[in-house]
């Protein structure tokens, strides 16, 4: 079992950036792939971006060029780096680990406003 917390959000102005992180609660090593999503009131929960434990990353086509995700195996947390940032970023963002073979796990979020 494994706890993550994210944090970071905020309101950011159109066009700021914004650093979030998931922090777990024991190591990160074994966790296979881990992920941001996130859910806009009203709307279905999103895929943001993915990375495994190689390092190799997955983008949804709203925040490619835009976003970028990483991972610190040392420091135990995943992070999500969100320039040039737009009101349609506006949502609760989730990160979620899963462990192949193993468990999912996921946090309760962090919120991203994005206004003027």
């Known amino acids: 079992q494994v706890l993550l917390v994210e944090s970071g959000g905020g309101l950011v102005q159109p066009g700021g950036s914004l650093r979030l992180s998931c922090a777990a609660s024991?190591?990160?090593?074994?966790?296979?792939?881990m992920r941001w999503y996130r859910q806009a009131p009203g709307n279905q929960r999103e895929f943001i971006a993915a990375i495994t434990s190689g390092g190799t990353t997955n983008y949804a086509d709203s925040v490619k060029g835009r976003f970028t995700i990483s991972r610190d195996n040392a420091k135990n947390t995943m992070y999500l780096q969100m320039n040039n940032v737009k009101p349609e970023d506006t949502a609760v963002y989730l990160c979620?680990?899963?462990?192949?073979?193993?468990?999912?796990?996921w946090g309760k979020g962090t919120l991203v406003t994005v206004s003027s």
């Open positions: 024991r190591s990160i090593f074994s966790i296979n792939i």
């Open positions: 979620n680990g899963q462990e192949i073979p193993g468990g999912t796990y």
